[in-house]
């Protein structure tokens, strides 16, 4: 059965550094590209970042890049995405999302995990 | 970025009748391989977000047949032939043709 257990959200104040990370089992971990996923409060889903199974490919929204930065250990079947220059609007519930089996990089979000909330307030 | 619209943003039901929301996006989801990446996504109350259909029509895995897809280039249909309550929710299309991926900004479906 695939999981993917999020974790390291948490309250931060603006201009910090926070560090997620999602524990991924019940898959060939390397096989798949992963993503990251946030959901603001009341509000939709951002995309946020993606990140293929070499690590060799990696994508961010406009509104994180050169702030967030996504990685992987494929030998530890984590996922990770650090967050610096924390803004207030990036208070979130973070998701960490697979691809469905036999898709690459663009495969539809088959499996999310149940999220970890980000905080941003002084 | 490709927008993605959907309506109505809003949607009360009668258990057991229909629903349709659509989904329209600012250019066409065709990619370059021939398929089209549009999918959609149901989240319960308190839960993160279930994949029900991918690439316009296909069910994904357990996914009941009352729900179905349907649409071509840039706009699509999910429809619930008969709505459950289990099915209360916000539902979003998504898609996954070129970064960066977008979403709709969800139609929540409540029984009347």
């Known amino acids: 059965e695939v999981q993917l257990v999020e974790s390291g959200g948490g309250l931060v104040k603006p201009g910090g550094s926070l560090r997620l990370s999602c524990a991924a089992s019940?898959?060939?971990?390397?096989?798949?590209?992963m993503n990251w996923v946030r959901q603001t409060p009341g509000k939709g889903l951002e995309w946020v970042s993606s990140i293929s199974g070499s690590s060799n490919y990696i994508y961010y929204a406009d509104s994180v890049k050169g702030r967030f930065t996504i990685s992987r250990d494929n030998a530890k079947n984590s996922l990770y995405l650090q967050m610096n220059s924390l803004r207030a609007e990036d208070t979130a519930m973070y998701y960490c999302?697979?691809?469905?089996?036999?898709?690459?990089?663009?495969?539809?979000?088959?499996?999310w995990g149940q999220g970890t909330l980000v905080t941003v307030s002084s | 970025d490709i927008v993605m619209t959907q309506t109505p943003l809003s949607s009360p039901v009668t258990l057991g009748q229909p629903a349709s929301i659509s989904c329209r996006s600012s250019?066409?989801?065709?990619?370059?391989?021939?398929?089209?990446?549009l999918s959609w996504l149901q989240q319960r109350p308190g839960q993160p977000p279930r994949l029900l259909i991918y690439?316009?029509?296909n069910r994904f895995s357990g996914v009941p047949d009352r729900f179905s897809g349907s649409g071509a280039g840039t706009d699509f249909t999910l429809k619930i032939s008969r709505v459950e309550a289990e099915d209360v929710g916000v539902y979003y299309c998504m898609h996954t043709t070129q970064f960066p991926l977008t979403f709709g900004q969800g139609t929540k479906v409540e029984i009347k």
């Open positions: 999302a697979r691809p469905m089996p036999l898709t690459n990089i663009l495969g539809s979000l088959g499996y």
């Open positions: 019940g898959f060939t971990f390397s096989s798949y590209s």
């Open positions: 690439k316009i029509s």
């Open positions: 250019q066409s989801l065709v990619h370059s391989d021939g398929n089209t990446y």
